[in-house]
């Protein structure tokens, strides 16, 4: 009687949540995220190696002398099959690059139809940052409330989660303690209206500007889709990051905690 070893998919090798390291630029995302695409780099890494076949840093992360500050756009193409790009982007060509490296033929054929048009641009003498439009979408093709005031609103948040011994276990996210935000005003409370508490900044003329107010909302989107509907769109995001341990044994859970910045323009 013979007895064949059952196949298993390569990809289960690899945990759940992978942590990376490109060009000393630190991202955590699924595995799923990383193999959306396939045949493309990132693909055949993650299905077709196992663990030990790919370099790391000395914390154990998958390394890739890559630009790491341009792989975020990789990850969110590799998350939605789309990329919107901030509105005054001007590394479209070096991105171009990092998307031929990843082997993503559909996001470089996008890259390079939009600095052809940029190119055309250039030569007419019209400014470039003028051309990010579509099929790459950027910030300024959405659409604006006739008569709408101009202005920049600052969103921030500040998140943790812990990441257990097993990696493959989900994550266990905290609640969001506070959403801030950063304006004019006159502009927050227009945007904001009922849902702004101002108890940390009360009464202020609407011509000064603020940093203390914060909203009553537990979730990001909600403060997303108000900006979204006032004709408000994301122009630029930073974070910054720290991970510690529960305790001093390394063994313990990791505690991730994170403090994000989105700006909004109109």
Same mark, same amino acid.
């Given at each position: 009687?013979?007895?064949?070893?059952?196949?298993?998919?390569?990809? /289960?090798?690899?945990?759940?949540?992978?942590?990376?390291?490109?060009?000393?630029?630190?991202?955590?995302?699924?595995?799923?995220?990383?193999?959306?695409?396939?045949?493309s780099?990132?693909?055949?890494?993650?299905?077709?190696?196992?663990?030990?076949?790919?370099?790391?840093?000395?914390?154990?992360?998958?390394?890739?002398?890559?630009?790491?500050?341009?792989?975020?756009?990789?990850?969110? !193409?590799?998350?939605?099959?789309?990329l919107?790009?901030?509105?005054?982007?001007?590394?479209?060509?070096?991105?171009? +690059?990092?998307?031929?490296?990843?082997q993503?033929?559909?996001?470089?054929?996008?890259?390079?139809?939009?600095?052809?048009? /940029?190119?055309?641009?250039?030569?007419?003498?019209?400014?470039?940052?003028?051309?990010?439009? /579509?099929?790459?979408?950027?910030?300024?093709?959405?659409?604006?409330?006739?008569?709408?005031?101009?202005?920049?609103? $600052? #969103?921030?948040?500040?998140?943790?989660?812990? #990441?257990?011994?097993? #990696?493959?276990?989900?994550?266990?996210?905290?609640?969001?303690?506070?959403?801030?935000?950063?304006s004019? #005003? /006159?502009?927050? +409370?227009?945007?904001?209206?009922?849902?702004?508490?101002?108890?940390?900044?009360?009464?202020?003329?609407?011509?000064?500007?603020?940093?203390? !107010?914060?909203?009553?909302?537990?979730?990001l989107?909600?403060?997303?889709?108000?900006?979204?509907?006032?004709?408000?769109?994301?122009?630029?995001?930073?974070?910054?990051? $720290?991970?510690?341990?529960?305790?001093?044994?390394?063994?313990?859970?990791?505690?991730?905690?994170?403090?994000?910045?989105?700006?909004?323009?109109?």
């Open positions: 009687l013979h007895l064949s070893r059952p196949k298993c998919s390569q990809s /289960s090798t690899f945990p759940e949540i992978v942590e990376l390291n490109v060009g000393g630029q630190v991202y955590v995302t699924r595995l799923e995220t990383l193999t959306a695409v396939p045949n780099l990132l693909w055949a890494k993650f299905t077709q190696s196992s663990p030990g076949d790919l370099p790391k840093d000395s914390k154990g992360r998958f390394f890739f002398d890559r630009d790491g500050f341009l792989f975020r756009y990789i990850l969110d !193409y590799l998350r939605d099959s789309e919107f790009l901030p509105e005054f982007f001007k590394e479209r060509r070096r991105l171009q +690059k990092e998307s031929d490296f990843f993503l033929p559909e996001l470089s054929r996008r890259l390079a139809a939009v600095s052809k048009q /940029s190119s055309y641009t250039e030569e007419s003498g019209e400014p470039e940052e003028a051309e990010l439009s /579509s099929p790459v979408t950027s910030s300024s093709d959405r659409s604006r409330s006739p008569g709408a005031k101009a202005g920049y609103i $600052t #969103i921030g948040y500040r998140g943790s989660y812990t #990441i257990g011994r097993d #990696i493959q276990a989900d994550a266990k996210f905290r609640r969001v303690a506070r959403i801030t935000v950063c004019k #005003i /006159s502009l927050a +409370k227009e945007v904001f209206g009922e849902t702004l508490n101002e108890s940390r900044d009360p009464d202020r003329p609407p011509d000064k500007y603020t940093a203390r !107010y914060y909203l009553k909302y537990n979730f989107e909600q403060a997303f889709d108000r900006l979204a509907e006032a004709g408000f769109s994301m122009v630029a995001c930073n974070s910054t990051g $720290t991970c510690s341990y529960a305790s001093n044994d390394p063994g313990e859970d990791k505690l991730w905690t994170s403090y994000t910045e989105y700006v909004f323009s109109r």
